[in-house]
C-alpha cells in the first residue's frame, strides 16, 4: 500500500484560530488529493480535493499542494467547535485507489 | 441520489465464527471499495472493484477474508473465521470509474466486534 503519512495530533487550537493539517505522500505518480472529515462514530466525507499545484480556497478551507515536495496541507481559517473531528489525507493512485493517512485529531477550544 | 447502503450497522459475534457484510453503492459507481478501520486509525483498503472485477486485493487476508460484486453492483465482504484483531469498522465507499478527479463517497459502515 502507498505511504501517506500525516502528522499524528492531536492538534488543539483556540476558536477563531487558524488550524493547519499536514500531510505527506510516497507515490510520486499521485495525481489526485483529498480531505476528508470524521466525525467520531460517522463515516469520513469529503471537504476538499485538489489536483494542481499551488492553493484552492473553498469558504474557510484552503487545500496547498506541492508535488515536487509530495505533500499536501489543509487550513482552516476561522476554527469553530463545529471542526472538531479527525481530518484524513486520502491520495488516489493510478488504478483510482484511494490510500489514507492515519489522520489528524482537531480539537477546536471555545 | 440515495448515497452508499451498508447492512448490518452493527455485529458482534465470537472469535471463530463468521460474518458477512453487505454494501450497495451509489448508482452508476462503476468502482466499490472496501475498507477497514481500526479504532484511531485511518481507513485501509482491502479490496477494490470495477464493476464485477478484482483491481486490487493486495491488502486483503485472503485466508479469511473473501470478497465478490457478482452482477456489478452490490458486494459482499466475509469473514471466516473471525479473530479478535478483526474488531474495526468495515466502510464500503464508491465513485465513478475512470476519473481522477472523482471522489469516493462512504457508507455508514458497520461495526464489527469479535469477544
Known amino acids: 500500500q502507498k505511504e501517506v503519512e500525516q502528522n499524528s495530533g492531536p492538534l488543539s487550537v483556540p476558536e477563531g484560530a487558524i488550524a493547519s493539517l499536514n500531510c505527506t505522500y510516497s507515490?510520486?505518480?499521485?495525481?489526485?488529493f483529498f480531505w476528508y472529515r470524521q466525525y467520531s462514530g460517522k463515516s469520513p466525507e469529503l471537504i476538499m480535493s485538489i489536483y494542481s499545484n499551488g492553493d484552492k480556497e473553498d469558504g474557510r478551507f484552503t487545500a496547498q499542494l506541492n508535488k515536487a515536495s509530495q505533500y499536501v496541507s489543509l487550513l482552516i481559517r476561522d476554527s469553530q467547535p463545529s471542526d472538531s473531528a479527525t481530518y484524513l489525507c486520502?491520495?488516489?493512485?493510478?488504478?483510482?485507489?484511494?490510500?489514507f493517512g492515519t489522520g489528524t485529531s482537531l480539537t477546536v477550544i471555545p | 441520489e440515495a448515497g452508499v447502503a451498508q447492512s448490518p450497522r452493527y455485529k458482534i459475534i465470537e472469535k471463530r465464527q463468521s460474518v458477512a457484510f453487505w454494501c450497495n453503492p451509489i448508482s452508476g459507481h462503476a468502482t466499490l471499495y472496501w475498507y477497514q478501520q481500526i479504532l484511531g486509525q485511518g481507513p485501509k483498503l482491502l479490496i477494490q472493484?470495477?464493476?464485477?472485477?478484482?483491481?486490487?486485493d493486495s491488502q486483503l487476508p485472503k485466508d479469511r477474508f473473501s470478497a465478490e460484486r457478482l452482477k456489478g453492483v452490490d458486494s459482499t465482504l466475509k469473514i471466516q473465521p473471525a479473530k479478535l484483531e478483526d474488531s474495526a469498522v468495515y466502510l464500503c465507499?464508491?465513485?465513478?470509474?475512470?476519473?481522477?478527479?472523482?471522489?469516493?463517497?462512504f457508507g455508514q459502515g458497520t461495526r464489527l466486534t469479535v469477544v
Open positions: 472493484f470495477q464493476n464485477n472485477g478484482v483491481v486490487d
Open positions: 486520502a491520495v488516489k493512485g493510478a488504478g483510482n485507489q484511494f490510500y
Open positions: 465507499a464508491s465513485s465513478r470509474a475512470g476519473q481522477l478527479n472523482t471522489e469516493a463517497f
Open positions: 507515490d510520486r505518480g499521485s495525481q489526485s
